[in-house]
């Protein structure tokens, strides 16, 4: 039995290439996990997990008012919840006050309105200079409704 030469050629080059993938699917991750810019992204990444964030448990939360209400007068309250003794700022269009959460987190003041609808923005910050935002719309009417 006489074997051509094209098909031992065709062995050895399979041969070759299954043990070149074979090399690559067992060596090759190892390789990369030390090569210098997977380095780089993991010290990025484990900087990035030293930067704090605000957790569900220090969210902000608007209680009062709620959106789309409809007022009468033209001071009304803002109250939520926060985390404890952080500082917060609350903006209206003719009204702006910083305050300080209690050592609850509860926090509340009294802002002005001017006629027809009012964007109300609730600004905290904690000591890291992170900060959370929550907005509702508002409307004050003179009318009787």
Request: glycine share 4%.
């Amino acid at each position: 039995m006489k074997i051509e030469k094209d098909v031992i050629l065709a062995i050895i080059v399979g041969v070759v290439i299954g043990g070149l993938t074979a090399f690559m699917t067992l060596f090759l991750p190892k390789f990369l996990s030390k090569s210098p810019s997977s380095q780089i992204e993991t010290e990025t990444a484990n900087e990035e997990e030293l930067i704090p964030t605000l957790s569900a448990e220090s969210s902000l939360t608007l209680e009062n008012p709620q959106n789309e209400s409809i007022f009468s007068e033209d001071e009304i309250t803002v109250s939520g919840k926060t985390r404890a003794s952080a500082l917060l700022v609350v903006i209206s269009p003719v009204d702006e006050q910083a305050i300080e959460a209690d050592d609850k987190g509860n926090f509340e003041t009294e802002i002005s309105l001017e006629e027809g609808d009012n964007e109300i923005t609730v600004t905290v910050y904690n000591d890291d200079k992170q900060e959370e935002t929550k907005s509702v719309t508002v409307y004050y009417s003179e009318e009787e409704i």
